[in-house]
Structures are given as C-alpha cells and as structure tokens.
C-alpha cells in the first residue's frame, strides 16, 4: 500500500480551499485547489522531484470535511 502524503488546507481571500500537500520523498509543498481534484484526476499529481503526491478518495474526502470544519468554524457557507 502507497503512503499517503500529508496534507493541510488554506482557505483563500475568497474561502475557497486549497490543499497543500507535502511530497514524502522531499517535503516540496505542493498547493492545489481542492475542488479541482477528484479520485481519478489525483492520481496525476507529481511533485517537482517526481514523486507521487496524489491522494485517494479517502483523502479526499477527509481535505473536504477539513475544508467544511475550517469553514463552519468562521461561520462561512
């Protein structure tokens, strides 16, 4: 089984989110916007030293109800 890179989530000027995911070979941060990213589109996120970065569904959906949390936290709908 891959390993899963870590990940954290910025919320933009305008609240939209983005993942920031650290590539477990050299830390590079990576930023994506997460309502780009889908299961079968993540599988081609590489890092610069070109490393897997992607993350699975299950990763996914924890960015997404990280991303809510974050938001329901500074009452954002």
């Known amino acids: 089984m891959k390993q899963q890179p870590s990940f954290d ?3 933009d000027k305008h609240y939209n ?3 920031v995911i650290a590539c477990t070979q050299c830390g590079h941060e990576t930023r994506q916007h997460l309502d780009t990213l889908a299961p079968d ?3 081609a996120l590489r890092c ?7 993350l699975d569904s299950s990763a996914l959906d924890k960015a997404r109800r990280l991303a809510a949390d974050i938001k329901q936290s500074y009452r954002i709908h």
């Open 9 to 11: 989530i910025d919320l």
């Open 17 to 19: 989110p983005t993942v």
């Open 41 to 43: 589109q993540a599988a």
């Open 48 to 54: 610069d030293c070109g490393a897997d970065i992607s």
